[in-house]
């Protein structure tokens, strides 16, 4: 009894594990962490816009451009997400905006077609645009806008203040239709004093459209204005899966059988 028992436990921990448990991809930006972890760091406009690497960041520094100023920016990777219906991953961008100009979106960047962010229609953009104070799920830096909010205490104009974007996306169908469902969060600071305040938006994509294997940051900035934006961590974590739970419970019936089995 005590060996059937033993193995029906291993069996049951092996297969609980290897279901249920998920592998983050955390990036830690900076010279005494990960660099720039396999990202490229790219900009439109590299006379008035450029990258440094600090200890605990990557920063981006724009100002001094005129004419046709609008320019983009981007912190891309390719990640090999599972696209199978029923998969779904969280994707999470951390950065403290140093100094603002306007206008100015900032924010994390979904399912862009390559690594270098020169199409400011592509993927999807989770960011926040400083000129009209709000908070947008767009069709890439400066596309059509799917999604948006006011965020409360919003400003045009600060400095020194941590956001946190994160979405939440789970590959579905409906009606023969593939499809992500997108839940957009916006963490921010508005109110000072590490004070945090939660902003959530959400849409449905056709997923044939968004196709595109790199994500990361991606910006949008007037380079007439000055600006300073320090890029933190970047996380893509694949969400458990309900079979991990359905298959606990199954293993765990298994169990109660055995150990009857074995009392008779």
């Known amino acids: 009894?005590?060996?059937?028992?033993?193995?029906?436990?291993?069996?049951?921990?092996?297969?609980?594990?290897?279901?249920?448990?998920?592998?983050?991809?955390?990036?830690?930006?900076?010279?005494?962490?990960?660099?720039?972890?396999?990202?490229?760091?790219?900009?439109?406009?590299?006379?008035?816009?450029?990258?440094?690497?600090?200890?605990?960041?990557?920063?981006?520094?724009?100002?001094?451009?005129?004419?046709?100023?609008y320019k983009n920016s981007g912190v891309l990777k390719e990640f090999d997400l599972d696209r199978s219906v029923g998969k779904s991953y969280r994707i999470t961008g951390t950065m403290t905006w140093t100094t603002t100009g306007r206008p100015n979106k900032q924010g994390?960047?979904?399912?862009?077609?390559?690594?270098?962010?020169?199409?400011?229609?592509?993927?999807?953009?989770?960011?926040?645009?400083?000129?009209?104070?709000?908070f947008e799920i767009r069709e890439g830096p400066n596309g059509d806008v799917l999604e948006t909010v006011t965020p409360d205490n919003a400003s045009d104009s600060f400095s020194g203040l941590d956001f946190t974007y994160q979405a939440d996306i789970?590959?579905?169908?409906?009606?023969?239709?593939?499809?992500?469902?997108?839940?957009?969060?916006?963490?921010?600071?508005?109110?000072?004093?590490?004070?945090?305040?939660?902003?959530?938006?959400?849409?449905?994509?056709?997923?044939a459209n968004y196709a595109g294997e790199y994500f990361g940051f991606a910006g949008r900035v007037d380079i007439g204005s000055e600006s300073t934006v320090a890029h933190k961590t970047f996380e893509v974590i694949p969400e458990p899966a309900t079979l991990g739970v359905v298959g606990l419970f199954g293993v765990l019936a298994l169990l109660r059988r055995r150990l009857r089995i074995n009392r008779n």
């Not at 969060?185 to 849409?203: V, Y």
């Open 1 to 69: 009894m005590t060996k059937a028992l033993t193995i029906t436990i291993a069996i049951a921990m092996v297969f609980t594990l290897g279901v249920s448990s998920t592998c983050a991809d955390l990036t830690t930006f900076g010279s005494s962490n990960d660099g720039d972890g396999g990202f490229t760091l790219s900009v439109q406009e590299p006379d008035y816009m450029s990258w440094t690497t600090n200890a605990n960041d990557i920063t981006l520094t724009t100002g001094g451009g005129s004419g046709n100023r």
């Open 108 to 134: 994390i960047n979904l399912f862009y077609d390559n690594n270098i962010a020169d199409d400011a229609y592509e993927g999807i953009n989770i960011h926040y645009m400083s000129r009209d104070e709000l």
């Open 170 to 207: 789970a590959f579905i169908n409906t009606n023969g239709t593939d499809e992500i469902e997108l839940t957009a969060t916006f963490i921010d600071e508005f109110a000072g004093d590490g004070i945090f305040a939660t902003n959530t938006l959400s849409t449905t994509l056709t997923a």
